[in-house]
Every structure is written in C-alpha cells, then in structure tokens.
C-alpha cells in the first residue's frame, strides 16, 4: 500500500504587534527581501508526525535491516505573522491585508507539497522505491526525510514570498495608506535611497520630493540631495 501524505492547513494566525526592531531582526533571520525596512512579516512553518508510517524488518546479511511498508505521513503549517507597533491602526489593517496574502497562499500551496517532495531522490527512496536500511540509521532516515520536506516546503513559500513582495505590491500599499489613513506617514531612509525615490514610491511621481522635504527641512536640512541612512521622517499627503 503507497504512503498516505496528508496536509493541514491550519489556522488563519491572529496578528501580533512587536517593536519594530523585532520585526527587522524576524524579517532578516528569515532573508526576507527588504528586512531593514519591514513594517511586517509572516513566518511559516510546518510540523511533521511520522507515527502513523509503518515499516518492515528484515535480517540480510547478519543486519537487521528495516524499509517502508505502509501508513500515513502527516505535515501541518502553523504561521504567524508580526506587524510593527510603531503603525497606526489604520496602517496595521492595510499592512495586516497584506499579510493575509501571504498567509492565503502559504496555505494554498500546502495543496502542491506533496507533488514537489515527491521530486526529492531520498523521499522517493524511502516510499515508493521501498529501500532497505540498516536498523541504526533508522533516526538518520527520519531526519533526512523531514529535512527533504522542509526544503520543498522552503522552496514553495519562498517562491510565493517574493511574487508576492513585489515593488509594485509595496507600492500599492504605501499608496493605499497614504490615500486613506489620517495623518503623515513615518518612514526610515534605506541605504541608497533618495528623495526621489520616496517620492515615486509613495505619490508616482519622482519630481514631487520637494513635498517631502519640505516637511522634513528641520531633521533633513538644506540640502535635499544628502539623507542619511536610518533618518527618520514624515511623508505628507499630497
């Protein structure tokens, strides 16, 4: 009988505010594509309970030997996602929207997990090549199997993050907060970055960095070509 992979999806995650520095050191320790200016993240993983797999034993060759016979191999994904608490609440529900995306379609591709570490030369192996170990490698086996299923779980999440962290989808969300939320929005230069820059990202339309600094003339100064690093200003409305 083959092996029964059976999936759960979990449960939709309640979001969580942590300081914003938690938010960046969470982002980076998981390579998130812009972690030095994340306001939010989500983290998934996935648990595995290898219980109900059965299988076989032998004697060949004066080793015990041991090789899949049949059972169920169930993985569950557990999320959480972290929204900085320096947001306001009206930015937590547009940053919390976009977090949902991410967690939507974590759970979606639980649906292809199967199908992608099915790809993996050591699962096929174990479970439908029905390959004979030593009994002592039974452990190293166990750990080889969930680290082929975390890296194809890795890959999946990991694809689906970065189509979904786009600069477009960034953009659309700084915008949407800028449109509707009350007040000026506060924002931490990133290494590289130029008035010019914020501006296109934020109104669509680079020339307009004149707005922003002008709001920031007394921590910016004069001189709107030079910004540090890490400063910490206000992008007004338009």
Same mark, same amino acid.
């Given at each position: 009988?083959?092996?029964?992979?059976?999936?759960?999806?979990?449960?939709?995650?309640?979001?969580?505010?942590?300081?914003?520095?938690?938010?960046?050191?969470?982002?980076?320790?998981v390579?998130?594509?812009?972690?030095?200016?994340?306001?939010?993240i989500?983290?998934?993983?996935i648990t595995i309970?290898?219980?109900?797999?059965?299988?076989?034993?032998?004697v060949?060759?004066?080793?015990?030997q041991?090789?899949?016979?049949?059972?169920t191999l169930?993985?569950e994904?557990?999320?959480?996602?972290?929204?900085?608490?320096?947001?306001?609440?009206?930015e937590?529900?547009?940053?919390?929207?976009?977090?949902?995306?991410?967690?939507?379609?974590n759970?979606d591709?639980m649906?292809?997990?199967e199908?992608e570490v099915?790809?993996?030369?050591?699962?096929?192996?174990?479970?439908?090549?029905?390959?004979?170990?030593?009994?002592t490698?039974?452990?190293?086996?166990?750990?080889?199997?969930?680290?082929? @299923?975390?890296? *194809?779980? !890795? +890959?999946?999440?990991? $694809?689906?993050?970065?189509?979904?962290?786009?600069?477009?989808?960034?953009?659309?969300?700084?915008?949407?907060?800028?449109r509707?939320?009350?007040?000026p929005i506060?924002?931490?230069?990133?290494?590289g970055?130029?008035?010019?820059h914020?501006?296109l990202?934020?109104?669509?339309?680079?020339?307009?960095?004149?707005? @922003?600094?002008? *709001?920031? !003339? +007394?921590?910016?100064? $004069?001189?709107?070509?030079?910004?540090?690093?890490?400063?910490?200003?206000?992008?007004?409305?338009?």
């Open positions: 009988m083959p092996l029964t992979f059976v999936v759960s999806k979990g449960t939709i995650p309640i979001a969580q505010l942590v300081t914003p520095e938690t938010v960046v050191s969470r982002a980076t320790a390579g998130h594509v812009n972690a030095g200016s994340a306001l939010g989500t983290i998934p993983r309970d290898p219980t109900a797999v059965q299988y076989k034993q032998r060949q060759g004066g080793i015990q041991f090789s899949f016979d049949t059972g169930q993985v994904l557990h999320q959480e996602v972290l929204l900085s608490s320096d947001l306001t609440v009206c937590q529900r547009k940053w919390g929207a976009h977090e949902r995306g991410h967690v939507d379609d759970q591709l649906d292809d997990l199908a099915r790809q993996y030369g050591f699962f096929q192996d174990v479970f439908v090549n029905g390959v004979w170990y030593p009994r490698d039974f452990q190293l086996v166990q750990e080889t199997v969930n680290d082929e @299923i975390g890296s *194809a779980f !890795r +890959a999946l999440t990991e $694809a689906a993050a970065t189509n979904h962290d786009s600069i477009a989808e960034y953009r659309r969300v700084a915008r949407e907060i800028l509707d939320c009350p007040g506060n924002y931490i230069i990133q290494r970055e130029t008035l010019s914020i501006a990202h934020y109104y669509g339309d680079a020339s307009k960095w004149n707005l @922003i600094h002008e *709001a920031n !003339r +007394a921590v910016i100064g $004069a001189n709107p070509n030079v910004v540090r690093t890490g400063l910490r200003i206000v992008i007004p409305k338009p």
